[in-house]
């Protein structure tokens, strides 16, 4: 489990990084240059308090979490028990996480032997023994457009 936590702790401080300024109505990005849209959905969220941080990363192996290494990101108040982002991307491969960031702190709130914060990954990739894999976190945005659903999970 303090296996877990420290590399859970390692991977959330790269997520939480600079905070770029809330998302308003509508998605981030433009649809313009063949961008299509990207909709996620926080689920499970067990609260309304703060907010939900949702990170999108290119399809790259080494930038997966890597700080600072998001392409898109959004801070949208939660609303409980699901909470929804969208963005306008290029169709291709990425992978999505996800924090409930309840203090609206911009920091994923963690100590050494808990995670105070929910969390999750696009996939609902397991992470059951540490942090999911690059290949488990992967999924495809089509020329169409399209949903993905992301269950946040806590660890009190």
Not at 37 to 56: C, H, P, Q, W, Y
Not at 97 to 109: P, Q, R, V
Not at 113 to 121: L, R, V
Request: glycine share 8%.
């Amino acid at each position: 489990m303090t296996k877990k936590l420290i590399a859970s702790a390692a991977l959330f401080a790269a997520m939480a990084g600079a905070s770029p300024a809330l998302a308003d109505q509508g998605c981030t990005g433009t649809s313009s240059n063949g961008a299509v849209k990207l909709t996620v959905v926080a689920t499970d969220l067990k609260n309304s308090k703060g907010e939900v941080a949702f990170s999108i990363y290119p399809d790259s192996r080494s930038k997966f979490l890597a700080s600072h290494a998001y392409i898109a990101r959004a801070r949208i108040p939660t609303k409980s028990p699901a909470t929804t982002a969208c963005f306008w991307l290029p169709a291709g491969h990425y992978a999505a996480a996800l924090y409930h960031d309840e203090n609206a702190d911009h920091d994923f709130n963690r100590t050494l032997f808990s995670i105070k914060e929910g969390f999750g990954f696009s996939n609902d990739a397991p992470t059951t023994l540490g942090l999911p894999s690059f290949d488990k976190v992967r999924f495809a945005l089509p020329a169409a457009g399209g949903t993905i659903r992301v269950k946040i999970r806590y660890s009190r």
